[in-house]
Nanobody
Framework: QVQLEESGGGLVQAGGSLTLSCAAS????????IGWFRQAPGKERELVAG????????YYISNVKGRFTVSRNNTNGTGFMQMNNLKPDDTDVYSC??????????????WGQGTQVTVSS
């Protein structure tokens, strides 16, 4: 069973930056598109950003476009999300997963614990 591990979250002031990292056992993410998701308590998990297996097709939801940047390293099967100009509304638990390359609609692995991002005003 593939295990996902996210890291890099923390507490920052508004306007600050964080870089989240995502890795999977057996370098499994190298074979999939990577999606970054956020989830607030009691709410559905939502896709924030994604990129295809070849690093193209970058997708961002509107309220992070221009502030977040996703990238990946297929050699070691890791994904990254650079988060700049963070806002209090960005506060959530962030997770990653391997997702369908064609439409980003499906995830393939059990969720990891995620990493908490907290932005203070």
């Amino acid at each position: 069973q593939v295990q996902l591990e996210e890291s890099g979250g923390g507490l920052v002031q508004a306007g600050g930056s964080l870089t989240l990292s995502c890795a999977a056992s057996e370098r499994a993410l190298s074979d999939y598109a990577i999606g970054w998701f956020r989830q607030a308590p009691g709410k559905e998990r939502e896709l924030v950003a994604g990129l295809k297996r070849n690093g193209g097709g970058k997708y961002y939801i509107s309220n992070v476009k221009g502030r977040f940047t996703v990238s990946r390293n297929n050699t070691n099967g890791t994904g990254f999300m650079q988060m700049n100009n963070l806002k209090p509304d960005d506060t959530d638990v962030y997770s990653c997963n391997g997702i369908s390359d064609s439409n980003y609609a499906f995830h393939y692995f059990h969720w990891g614990q995620g990493t908490q991002v907290t932005v203070s005003s």
